[in-house]
């Protein structure tokens, strides 16, 4: 699983970003190039176009919806996205909300940047537990003249 969360668990509104971090784009395209990445419809169409190198599945109950794209799939359930997944060695769950608090249970790492702002959101992240994961790896970045807010990458393993 990869995000970018404020402090309040927020994620998007009106299904946009809340921010423009160049640097956390940068790196959910190191970490997320050449693996399947799943995701909400939502979350697909607010992208201009698919992301390059990458298997898009995307997660919708309309089972008329169709995508016109090479290299993406319409599944039904986060269990059927996963399924598709079985036989690579990583793949990512990428949003939204929804599709972020069904595939907890089946995430085994999380890769969250903590962005240090609470802002008003209609989508969220869901919690995380300390009793269920350890934090791995914390790397803080100051906002500065790209960067409009403080963030930390965090790396979390499930217990």
Excluded at 19 to 29: E, G, I, Q, V
Excluded at 37 to 56: A, D, W, Y
Excluded at 108 to 118: F, G, P, Q
């Amino acid at each position: 699983m990869i995000a970018a969360a404020a402090t309040n668990n927020a994620l998007g509104k009106n299904n946009d970003l809340l921010w423009h971090l160049p640097d956390d784009f940068k790196r959910f395209k190191l970490l997320t190039t050449g693996h399947p990445i799943i995701m909400g419809r939502k979350t697909f169409e607010s992208f201009p176009k698919p992301l390059p190198n990458r298997q898009h599945i995307v997660i919708t109950r309309n089972t008329d919806y169709k995508i016109a794209f090479e290299n993406c799939v319409v599944v039904n359930s986060i269990e059927n996205a996963l399924q598709l997944t079985k036989s690579e060695p990583l793949a990512y769950i990428i949003g939204g909300g929804e599709i972020y608090k069904q595939g907890l249970q089946y995430t085994h790492k999380i890769e969250l940047t903590r962005v240090h702002v609470n802002l008003e959101a209609d989508t969220f992240f869901p919690e995380i537990n300390p009793e269920d994961w350890k934090l791995l790896t914390e790397e803080y970045h100051p906002k500065d003249e790209k960067h409009k807010y403080d963030f930390t990458y965090l790396s979390y393993l499930k217990k």
